[in-house]
């Protein structure tokens, strides 16, 4: 998968099948959201004293343009599984993330519905730094083409592909065009794009 994908592992050996497991469910979430920017999974079995429900507690951290964050994390009045086993938890988290993800999605499509003239999303599909235009990928699949003057703060240069990013869509001489292009998240800044175990700070919320 070309989403960068995080996995750490806290108190507890790296685990092939929970890896195996994550990258899958992860898989499933982005064939929902093309656009996702970032997967982080942080996995941590407790110790002993901490123990007052699950000994294992997953948290995913997705983010997505505009802006987007969705965190489901099993710590979170998860006090009634203290015999679910790791995989057992790492599917109901992702089945819950699935469900926030499917509904930001429909949000977002509705919103393009109701008022195609208002800011949307998408992500940088291709870009051609050498002739100054690109092409957006939106939020419905589509490819939408902007040029480097369309861009804001004079922010072309900063654009890679991945890059989360708002803008209008007009029409323009050879069809839909996007104007007022406005970067939203630069891939990598929070999230390499590399997969790791341990070398990696926590989610934020972790304690």
């Known amino acids: 998968m070309r989403l960068p994908l995080e996995i750490t592992f806290r108190g507890l050996e790296s ?9 899958q469910k992860a898989e499933k979430i982005s064939k929902v959201a093309e656009n996702l920017i970032s997967c982080r999974v942080a996995v941590e079995k407790k110790q002993k004293h901490q123990q007052s429900g699950n000994p294992f507690r997953v948290r995913i951290d997705l983010r997505m343009p505009p802006g987007q964050e969705i965190v489901v994390d099993s710590g979170e009045g998860k006090e009634g599984f203290l015999h679910d086993n790791l995989l057992t938890v790492i599917r109901e988290m992702f089945e819950i ?15 393009v519905k109701v008022h195609p003239q208002q800011e949307v999303s998408g992500t940088v599909l291709r870009l051609f730094e050498d002739e ?3 092409f957006i990928k939106t939020i419905t699949g589509r490819e939408i083409y902007f ?18 990013v708002a803008y209008f869509e007009t029409e323009g001489e050879k069809g839909p065009q996007a104007s007022t292009v406005r970067l939203v998240d630069k891939p990598g800044v929070s999230a390499p794009k590399v997969e790791g175990e341990t070398a990696i700070e926590p989610p934020r919320g972790w304690q």
């Open 15 to 23: 685990n092939e099948d929970a890896k195996d497991l994550i990258r």
């Open 97 to 111: 993330a699935l469900r926030r993800v499917k509904k930001v999605v429909r949000q977002q499509q509705n919103a």
């Open 132 to 134: 100054g235009y690109g």
């Open 147 to 164: 040029h480097e003057n369309s861009v804001m703060n004079n922010d072309f240069d900063r654009l890679e592909e991945g890059t989360g």
